[in-house]
């Protein structure tokens, strides 16, 4: 029997709730360039699955990995850390 790999769980902002069931969230990671040793600041967005609507705009989310959903969706909503003021 195979072991299943364990799921990526990601920490970010919500940016977009326009679409029906649909999140976009804000992943910010910190890196230490190789060369230069300054801290360098990259972002990437991910689609992911929020069934009851319960994310709103600016709140922070843990999303993790699921099986793909549509053609841009391969995460899921887990819980809402912070709520937006």
């Not at 967005?45 to 969706?73: C, F, L, Q």
């Amino acid at each position: 029997m195979e072991k299943r790999t364990a799921r990526k769980v990601f920490t970010g902002i919500v940016v977009s709730t326009k679409t029906a069931k649909t999140i976009t969230v804000k992943v910010e990671r910190k890196n230490l360039h190789p060369r230069y040793k300054k801290l360098v600041i990259t972002h990437k967005k991910y689609h992911a699955h929020d069934e009851e609507g319960i994310a709103k705009m600016g709140d922070k989310v843990r999303i993790v990995e699921t099986r793909p959903i549509s053609k841009t969706k391969f995460y899921r909503l887990q819980s809402v850390l912070v709520k937006a003021k």
